[in-house]
Nanobody, 122 residues
Framework: QVQLVESGGGLVQPGGSLRLSCAAS????????MGWYRQAPGKQRELVAS???????NYADSVKGRFTISRDNAKNTVYLQMNSLKPEDTTVYYC?????????WGIGYIYWGQGTQVTVSS
């Protein structure tokens, strides 16, 4: 059983910073890409940032230059450093792990975290 446990959300003033963490636990052989998504009420879930196992990153245009994604492969953990936060960044953020293999010969699975609330308000 693989679980993604997120932490680091909360309330911050506009212009402030938060750092989200997501740790994958369980019997894991390897993980492909890891990423962060967000979903506002009534809207589709959208990609915020992703990072491959080799460190190749991808960002939504709305967060480029403000957010930085990183990962620690030894700890199966992905981070999202969020700077210069804006009120429009307010929503629930979800961690994602793709191509999670439980054994060397197994197929890859997709897992999601439970979500963490980020609120940017004065």
């Amino acid at each position: 059983q693989v679980q993604l446990v997120e932490s680091g959300g909360g309330l911050v003033q506009p212009g402030g910073s938060l750092r989200l963490s997501c740790a994958a636990s369980g019997t894991i052989f390897s993980i492909g890409a890891m990423g962060w998504y967000r979903q506002a009420p009534g809207k589709q879930r959208e990609l915020v940032a992703s990072i491959t196992a080799r460190g190749i990153t991808n960002y939504a245009d709305s967060v480029k230059g403000r957010f930085t994604i990183s990962r620690d492969n030894a700890k199966n953990t992905v981070y999202l450093q969020m700077n210069s936060l804006k009120p429009e960044d307010t929503t629930v953020y979800y961690c994602n792990a793709d191509q999670v293999r439980l054994t060397a010969w197994g197929i890859g699975y997709i897992y999601w975290g439970q979500g963490t609330q980020v609120t940017v308000s004065s």
